[in-house]
């Protein structure tokens, strides 16, 4: 009866891409509170192949890799890319998306854990319902500490496509003392409260958009996180890929992750921003590919990721 329920909750819609060479199947997931909206991508004529799921970054972001007024398509040249080569893929909305839509989020209700279940619920469905060869997971900046804390539920391998090295705390200490030195003393006060697991009343205002009361359930929960502690548990082939035009995650940040896993592989792409797309000129131009969703991902990357997974 259950497998019945669930296999009457999901959505099918299948369409062929012009090139034919796959099939692209909107495939809702129940979860625990609501269905995941994603879609399956799978080559056409090959039988058992391979998967990849993708994990987003931060923020509302959606299946493509875009935010409301960040159109960029990342993640869905990504996805088409492997399928071209003969590897299937699932990408999914973030769930603030759709608790967006129905009226159902607040945000004081919403922690990094619940990241963390919708990434589970998603690989456990394919290991459970579908009879891929191998499934592997594969996190975009924030998303790679998710994917590390899932992949053991049921991945054969991890990928970290621009994911930090450190933990939250430290990162957020960084960025905001080349911002704002002079703050520097109350990023601390804060930061060091929520890593004890409290919430701060008396923040900065003048770090209302980051520390306001209603987020910070969810950095007292992200900030318990190591990345470089969580990515030691994996015991699966490990690829980390950054890109030299980053301006968002450094490259030191993949080489932190390398040195903590054993045995990992660090691949660094030449010109490649933290969106994967080529950039061969100034930061200006790195900042226009974040609003461009015809600017496809560099091949160099697609071709990686295949030859790790074959």
Known sequence: MRNLLVSASLIFLTTVNFAQNYTETILNIPAAKDSIYGTLMQPKGIENPPLVVFIAGSGATDRDGNQATLKNNSILFLARGLCEKGIATYRYDKSVLSMYKNGT?????????????????????????????????????????????????????????????????????????????????????????????????????????????????????????????????????????????????????????HKAKVGSQLVLIENMNHLFKEIKGDLLENQASYTNPDLPVMQELIDELVHFIE
């Open 105 to 257: 989020f607040k945000e004081e209700n919403f922690t990094f854990s619940n990241l963390i279940a919708d990434a589970a619920s998603v690989g456990l469905y394919f290991k459970n319902q579908y009879n891929f060869s191998k499934i592997y997971v594969a996190g975009h900046s924030q998303g790679s500490l998710v994917g590390m804390l899932v992949a053991p539920k049921f991945a054969d391998g991890y990928i970290s496509l621009a994911g930090a090295g450190q933990s939250i705390d430290l990162i957020l200490k960084e960025q905001l003392h080349k911002q704002a030195p002079m703050l520097d003393e109350s990023v601390a006060a804060t930061i060091d409260k929520l890593k004890k697991g409290e919430k701060d009343p008396n923040f900065n205002p003048m770090l209302v958009s980051l520390f306001r009361h209603s987020v910070q359930p969810f950095l007292i929960d992200w900030i318990q996180y190591n990345p470089q502690e969580e990515i030691k548990k994996l015991h699966m082939p490990t690829l980390i890929i950054n890109g030299t035009k980053d301006i968002q995650v450094s490259e030191s940040e993949a080489n932190l992750l």
